[in-house]
C-alpha cells in the first residue's frame, strides 16, 4: 500500500501560499498512484471562509482517496466550525483494507497550541481492536521535538500519555505535520514521521517544499521525502514491523535503505 502525507499547505491570498509549487506538487502527487492521501493539518493559513473555498478547490484537485484532520491555522477566526463543512468530520476511524487510518485533531481554537485529551485516547485505543490491521494515527502537532525546526514551542500538552498510549499498544505509524520540516524517528515499536510544507513559502533552511511517500508491503515501513521542486526523492527511514529493525539516514550514514 503506497500512503502520500502531505501538510502545510496554507491556502490563502496572501504572501503564504505558491500555487505554483501547489500544482507541481499535485501533479507529482497524482503520478505515484497512491492508494491514500493523508493530510496532516494546515490547509488555510487563517481559517476565513474564502480559504476554506479555495483550499477545497485545490484539495479536489488530488486525485483518490483523502483522509484530512484541521491544524492550528484552520481553527483561527472561526475555522473550525468551518472545518467540517469543507473536510468531513475532525476525528475519525476509517478503515482501508488492512489499514486502520484514526485522524485526530490536536488544534484549538484561535491558538497555536495543541492537545488531544482523553476522548481521542479514546479513539486510539479503539482504534488498534481490529487486531489483523496495521493503525496508522494522524494528527497536526508534533509529538516530540523535531530538529531544524527552530526553538520548541508547540509539543502538544498531553504528549506524555498520548506516547503512553501509543508505545503500550505498538501503534506502528504516526503522521504528523506543523513545524514544516520533514523528519523520521523511531521509538520503541513505532514510527513517528513529520511531514514538511507541501505549498508554504515559509520554509526552512534547504528543506524547501517537500511531501513524504510511505509505501507498506510485508510489515515493512519505507518512508521517503519528495522535494517538490527539485522533483528528486530521498529515502528517510525503513522499519520493520516484524522484528524492529530500522534504518534511520538521519543518524546511520553508512547504512543502505534498500
Known sequence: MRIAHISDIHVNFG????????EKAVKILNKLGADLTFISGDLTTNGLLREYELASEKVSMIEGKKAIVPGNHDEWNLGYKLFPEFFGKTDFIHYYGKLTVVGLATSEPDKDDGR??????????????KKNNLTLIGFHHHLVPIPNSGREHNIIEDAGETLDIILRHDIPLVLMGHRHVPYGVKIHNTLLVNAGTFSCNRTRGHFGNTFNIID??????????MNVEKEKQEKMIQFNC?????INRYYEYDKKID
Open 15 to 22: 504572501t503564504d501560499f505558491n500555487n505554483n509549487i501547489f
Open 116 to 129: 488531544l485529551g482523553r476522548s481521542r485516547h479514546g479513539l486510539i485505543r479503539r482504534g488498534v481492536r
Open 242 to 246: 516484524s522484528d524492529g529493525c530500522c
Open 216 to 225: 507498506i508491503e510485508n510489515n515493512s515501513i519505507l518512508v521517503t521525502v
